[in-house]
């Protein structure tokens, strides 16, 4: 029987940086020989960190998942941590489910007693500690610590989870969009952005919009895939006019091919065969850019991007090694992203994110001011974003280039995934438009 009380436990994940629980009551067949079940969509992927996705193809459609492995770590009786170094989330695209597996493999310490058993009633603790471990307790259903969590009223929710804060905070959407009233009424703000140790620096480049909004919140860099501001990503994007914000473009990610001959051959070569003059005029230069769209030949790269394992009709994956490709007239690849690479780059785009509007003046120094509707997005999905992507509402918009061809060649890599601002509803759950300066 357990021996620690509900306050205990909250110590312990505090001590360690946690900023929430994610509480779940198992079934008997939540086990490690069944695995234990997370939630029927990938957007639990938005909440644990993940440190790689592999693919396990098996030939058929029922079998086929993804393995996504997970620094994950038990909390022991008297607070120490106990490695489980085999932990992984199994992600089934057919159903889709995620599973967590592997807790107890090589984890000398884990409650096995607890977690090889049928047993209703156990109650499953699981939280993202301050350097990106997921750390987690599991409760005897008799146990002190049970009664008292199954006792909680008014948790929040995600999921198959219920949420328990550790920290009063207020109402996390609240706060924000009040924060972001008040940086909307300050009007002009010089270009700015913090270090990791939150010291105030003068940002220079020409994109520091992004860089000047997380500084007025207080955000620093972080190492790994935490939200930005009390679990809310924060993305802006450059407007003309703040009242029109459907047809702003947005970039959504920024991630390398991980095959074909841009991968095998390198940059310079695919540029150089795929790739076209500078059409401004400037010499001993070339460009690969443009709109690259589902199903459509681009007329200047005369590649054609294909979803090779994805259905539509459905909106699933139907192979785990299914990928996002480009090829040319010959059905070369020229270059493509695993789903499973996408899958990870996709996890940082957080379960909650909020899009703020912004436009920016030069006028001795470079300065941004932020519009007061914003949008709001929660509950996200990657098969969300394939199915945004097979209607032609993301696209590929690189902007790869050689300069000095002749002589010294320097390559720029930029691989870009965007969206238009009014389709942004289509990749969340739940969606909202707030005027914030009428609101807060």
Not at 313 to 319: A, D, L
Not at 356 to 365: A, C, E, R, W, Y
């Amino acid at each position: 029987m357990n021996s620690m009380n509900l306050t205990d436990i909250k110590n312990i994940f505090i001590k360690n940086g946690c900023k929430s629980i994610y509480v779940k009551e198992l079934s008997a067949n939540d086990n490690s020989k069944n695995q234990v079940y997370l939630g029927g969509s990938f957007d639990i992927l938005n909440v644990f960190p993940i440190s790689s996705i592999v693919t396990v193809p098996s030939g058929d459609w029922e079998r086929e998942r993804f393995s996504a492995n997970m620094k994950f770590s038990w909390i022991k009786d008297n607070g120490n941590l106990c490695a489980a170094p085999h932990s992984k989330l199994i992600l089934y695209p057919k159903y889709p489910e995620v599973r967590f597996s592997g807790f107890l493999k090589g984890a000398k310490d884990a409650p096995s007693s607890l977690m090889t058993q049928r047993l209703a009633g156990r109650i499953l603790l699981m939280a993202v500690s301050g350097n990106g471990i997921v750390i987690g307790y599991v409760a005897h259903p008799d146990s002190e610590m049970a009664r008292e969590i199954k006792g909680l009223s008014e948790l929040g929710k995600h999921g198959v989870f219920n949420v328990i804060e550790l920290f009063e905070t207020g109402n996390s959407r609240t706060v924000l969009l009040s924060e972001l009233a008040r940086i909307h009424r300050l009007d002009w703000i010089e270009s700015k952005r913090l270090d990791a140790n939150g010291q105030v620096l003068p940002c220079l480049a020409p994109n520091c919009g992004g860089y000047t909004l997380e500084a007025e919140l207080g955000i620093t860099p972080n190492g790994y895939s935490e939200p930005d501001f009390r679990g809310w990503e924060i993305k802006q994007f450059g407007v003309s006019n703040f009242q029109r914000l459907e047809s702003s473009v947005i970039t959504l990610m920024t991630p390398e091919p991980t095959d074909g001959l841009y991968k095998t051959r390198g940059v310079d070569y695919f540029v150089r065969k795929y790739g076209y003059e500078d059409r401004t005029g400037r010499e001993d230069r070339m460009n690969f850019g443009g709109i690259h769209k589902i199903g459509k030949v681009h007329p200047l790269t005369h590649l054609e991007m294909r979803l090779v394992g994805f259905d539509q009709s459905s909106g699933k994956i139907r192979n785990s090694d299914g990928k996002i490709v480009l090829l040319d007239r010959n059905e070369n690849e020229a270059a493509s992203w695993s789903f499973s690479s996408m899958l990870l780059h996709w996890n940082r785009k957080h379960n909650k994110a909020c899009y703020v509007p912004s436009q920016s003046m030069k006028n001795g120094f470079l300065k941004y001011k932020f519009g007061n509707v914003v949008i709001l997005g929660i509950g996200t999905d990657f098969q969300l974003f394939l199915s945004q992507m097979a209607l032609g509402n993301i696209y590929y918009d690189p902007g790869i280039k050689i300069e000095n061809m002749a002589t010294k060649p320097k390559t720029k890599k930029r691989s870009q995934f965007r969206i238009k601002s009014g389709f942004l509803s289509n990749l969340y759950k739940i969606n909202e438009v707030v005027d914030v300066a009428c609101q807060y």
